[in-house]
């Protein structure tokens, strides 16, 4: 059995996980940053970095302990190395050439984002599932919307070797990175896409019959099929709210209900008239239909087996019932991490690890961290 502590520091969580062979999670540590960034509405990363130098040890050591083990029991380390804040992925990388030097184990680099690949398949296995290959993944987060194509070939040994292939990027904003930036714009706190996704969720039939007005059309884009763009989309909702003077009082009523505290749907939700939660629907289903059309297109000319949809915005409500509804009409299979897995985390980390070092794969001593690391 090869366990391997991973670390994960790119954005604004310091994460730290034990995993036995890529597929059993020891244990799983996350201390999010998400207080410390919502008054400004977005990460800063000169307090990322700060946080994670506070975190990452602390981090790690409740890793070992809820794993059981102390670090003499761990085969290997894993880092990640980007993409990335890189003040932030210094800390990681940092901390992980320390732990492997002083211990004489060996260090593995990771990209993030075939961390997030990793952690849709290390979900589909503790389900008892096995995604067939090749398959599309889409990774749709705060900081990316791209998608890949993965394939696996198999290794002498019995590993497997993950090969990857850009097939689309978004052309401006992340999907995440709308959704916060509509929030901000209509006053519903950071990060945004949880609280809009249940108000949208919540919408009753005033919204639904007012959303029939509302057009957000679908961006219109020449070039590669398979790129993405929110920034047209964000835009409109601006422009929506501009054009509506009659939304401002409830803005700033939710501006007030944010600074005292009260940040939840719930408690949001009696602040927002029929009209708001009408745009919020016609936002969220323009995003949908951008991330859905896009996938279910690449995976056809792909000729994919299956989707994965990784990164926080997979824990979209909308987003999971849309893909799972046209993936079953083309015979496809779906699969999405569980909350805890769509969002950064270490244990993607070490799950990506484990076939780089079952293949001997070994990070240098002078491993540095990339904020633009690419997958492919
Ligand atoms: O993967 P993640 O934790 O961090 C990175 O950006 O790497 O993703 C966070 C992003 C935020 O933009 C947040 O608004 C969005 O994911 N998000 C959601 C939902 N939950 C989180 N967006 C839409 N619906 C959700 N339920
Ligand atoms: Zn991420």
């Not at 509405?41 to 040890?57: F, K, T, Y």
């Not at 990640?80 to 593995?108: D, E, H, N, Q």
């Not at 719930?266 to 927002?272: F, N, S, T, V």
Request: glycine content about 10%.
């Amino acid at each position: 059995m090869a366990r391997i502590l991973a670390i994960e520091s790119s954005c604004d969580e310091t994460a730290a996980a034990v995993v036995a062979d890529g597929r059993r999670i020891l244990s799983s540590i996350v201390a999010s940053q998400v207080n410390l960034h919502a008054k400004y509405g977005g990460v800063v990363p000169e307090l990322a970095s700060r946080e994670h130098l506070r975190q990452i040890v602390p981090v790690v050591r409740e890793a070992l302990e809820q794993a059981g083990l102390t670090i003499r029991d761990v085969d290997a380390f894993a880092v990640t190395r980007g993409p990335g804040l890189i003040g932030s992925l210094l800390v990681g990388v940092t901390y992980g050439k320390v732990l492997a030097m002083s211990t004489g184990k060996p260090l593995i680099a990771v990209n993030h984002l075939e961390g997030h690949v990793h952690a849709v398949l290390l979900e589909a296995h503790l389900a008892g599932r096995q995604p067939k290959l090749p398959a599309v993944c889409l990774i749709v987060s705060g900081g990316h919307t791209v998608l890949y194509t993965v394939r696996a070939a198999a290794m002498n040994g019995g590993g497997l070797q993950f090969s990857y292939r850009r097939m689309g990027q978004t052309r401006d904003d992340a999907a995440g990175e709308a959704y916060d930036k509509v929030a901000k714009l209509l006053a519903l706190g950071y990060p945004g896409g949880p609280v809009i996704d249940q108000l949208a969720g919540g919408a009753g039939k005033d919204a639904l019959h007012l959303a029939r007005d509302i057009r957000f059309g679908a961006t219109k884009m020449k070039g590669n099929p398979y790129d993405f763009s929110f920034s047209g989309l964000k835009t409109a909702v601006l422009y929506y709210v501009r054009a509506h003077p009659e939304l401002q009082p409830e803005i700033d009523a939710r501006a007030r209900a944010l600074r005292e505290g009260r940040r939840k749907a719930a408690e949001l939700l009696p602040l927002c008239s029929p009209q708001t939660l009408a745009v919020l629907l016609c936002f969220q289903n323009a995003v949908v239909e951008e991330l859905v059309g896009r996938t279910l297109a690449g995976a056809k000319e792909f000729s994919a087996q299956s989707i994965l949809v990784s990164g926080g915005v997979a824990a979209n409500s909308q987003l999971r019932s849309a893909f799972e509804a046209e993936a079953k009409r083309r015979g496809l299979e779906v699969f999405f991490p569980s909350r805890a897995l769509s969002t950064d985390n270490a244990a993607m980390i070490a799950a990506a690890a484990y076939p780089r070092f079952l293949a001997g794969e070994r990070a240098s001593a002078d491993l540095n961290a990339e904020a633009n690391l690419p997958l492919a």
